[in-house]
């Protein structure tokens, strides 16, 4: 039996977290098109006739401007040492950068096995491709190469079966119905947090976080009240989230109530709060309370 740890890393918006999802088959990371969604590393177990892989997602690389985004790749680069195989994952619609060539130079140390997923293919002409991963091959001894695409599945199995290939032998590390290491409360905020990254668009940047104050005990007709609070930057961004006569919040609730129903599989009452925290995301405490990791011992 092969067993261990896959680990998907590369640029904020490459498309890890859809891809750990689509395999997984249960959404586990939270996905939206601001960069940066991802700030914790994920983990999805999954098993297969030939054995258990243990995927873990993480936050983008990028250059960091708040302590948030320190830990964040830290995380990412942590991520990249101590796993069995690592999938960098790279969005081929776009053009590559210094990010894209920072990562790949940090491949140069590692002994891991990489394979290289040209991610949202569906998205590019064909006769992009080749020359896509001619370029790739003479950056770095990638042992796969693969076009795929997480959004519409295309050799998403492919890709399994390879993770399956250079795993090394062993016996599971995690039971047979273990989905994934996230606390519910932690799943609770984050399905919160990707309402109000979706319904808010573009006017809000991407600096929100999502508090879960209190999750009561079922009341006698089985529902659950959760208490939560949006952190915003500023004074400025709270009428973004509450919206005309409180329209926008209500929509942010009504969206997220039916997903975290879904999730808990029980009726919820849900109680929103806004507020202001101006630099939430230079602050440790806040931080840990949030659940971003600082550097993985
Ligand atoms: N067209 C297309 N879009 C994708 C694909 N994979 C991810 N996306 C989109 O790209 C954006 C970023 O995806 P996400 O998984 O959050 O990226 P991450 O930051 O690497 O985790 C989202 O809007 C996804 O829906 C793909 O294969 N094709
Ligand atoms: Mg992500």
Redesign the pocket.
């Not at 990371?29 to 098109?33: C, R």
């Given at each position: 039996m092969k067993s261990g740890f896959v680990s998907?890393v590369?640029?904020?918006?490459?498309?890890?977290?859809?891809?750990?999802?689509r395999i997984v088959g249960h959404k586990l990371?939270?996905?939206?098109?601001k960069?940066?969604?991802?700030r914790t590393r994920v983990l999805g177990v999954k098993n297969y006739e030939e054995g258990q892989v243990v995927f873990v997602?993480t936050?983008?690389v990028h250059r960091p401007t708040h302590r948030m985004n320190v830990r964040m790749v830290d995380v990412a680069l942590e991520a990249m040492r101590e796993v069995d195989v690592l999938a960098l994952?790279v969005?081929a619609?776009v053009k590559a950068g210094p990010g894209d060539r920072f990562l790949v130079a940090r491949l140069k140390d590692l002994k891991t096995p990489v394979v290289l997923v040209l991610?949202?293919?569906?998205?590019i002409a064909k006769n992009r491709l080749l020359p896509l991963i001619e370029s790739y091959r003479r950056a770095h001894a990638f042992v796969e190469i693969v076009p795929?695409?997480?959004?519409?599945g295309?050799n998403v199995e492919v890709l399994e079966t390879l993770f399956l290939k250079y795993l090394p032998e062993g016996v599971p590390l995690y039971p047979a119905d273990y989905v994934t290491d996230q606390p519910e409360r932690f799943m609770i905020g984050e399905i919160l947090r990707e309402q109000v990254l979706q319904l808010t668009h573009d006017e809000l940047p991407f600096s929100t976080a999502v508090l879960v104050d209190r999750i009561e005990a079922p009341d006698e007709s089985g529902t659950v009240r959760l208490y939560c609070t949006i952190l915003v930057d500023r004074e400025s961004q709270k009428p973004i989230v509450v919206g005309r006569a409180g329209s926008m919040i209500k929509a942010i609730g009504t969206a997220a109530r039916v997903e975290i129903e879904r999730y808990l599989e029980t009726r919820i009452y849900l109680d929103l709060h806004v507020k202001v925290t101006s630099e939430w995301r230079d602050n440790d405490r806040l931080l840990d309370e949030l659940g971003v990791q600082n550097r993985q011992r």
């Open positions: 998907f590369g640029r904020p918006n490459a498309g890890k977290s859809t891809l750990l999802n990371a939270i996905v939206s098109d960069p940066q969604t991802t997602d936050p983008g994952v969005d619609s991610n949202k293919v569906d998205l795929a695409s997480a959004a519409d295309t």
